[in-house]
């Protein structure tokens, strides 16, 4: 009986440990992409902004981020590869830069993207009864 319960503690233990360095081994074939976003005229940060990682192969989108208050990001758990960063935000240029994570390269830090601002003129279209009057920049 005393030899049974030596056992399945054993045993208990082995999987414990092979779970363990599993978890281990798969993190260590995950990178971590870290960043800022500002508006590239006033230096502020842009919040609140969905960021995109997509495969760089064939585009499928393999993880999302929203920036926090301060423009920061971070997208954790990625798998080794190579990929298109994208940002969409309303009012500015897209960023496409490529990163790639790999054995050797498990962190990527993209620092501080400044993002242009589209134009700041907006037309205005003026319309009546008749149909459009004008169109005004």
């Not at 990625?78 to 962190?107: D, E, I, M, N, W």
């Not at 830090?109 to 242009?116: D, Y």
Request: charged share 10%; proline share 4%; net charge positive.
């Amino acid at each position: 009986m005393k030899m049974s319960s030596i056992f399945r503690a054993l045993a208990v233990f082995s999987l414990l440990l092979i779970s363990a360095l599993s978890s281990q081994a798969q993190s260590t074939r995950c990178g971590t992409l870290t960043g800022r976003l500002l508006d590239a005229s006033t230096h502020e940060a842009i919040p609140n902004t969905t960021i995109v990682l997509l495969r760089a192969s064939d585009n499928a989108l393999v993880s999302t981020a929203t920036t926090r208050a301060d423009g920061s990001f971070r997208v954790a758990n990625v798998p080794f590869g190579q990929y298109c960063f994208r940002t969409t935000v309303l009012g500015y240029r897209a960023q496409q830069p490529r990163v790639a994570f790999h054995a050797k390269q498990t962190s990527v830090a993209l620092g501080t993207l400044a993002l242009q601002p589209l134009g700041t003129q907006l037309a205005a279209v003026l319309a009546s009864p008749q149909g459009l009057l004008a169109v005004a920049r």
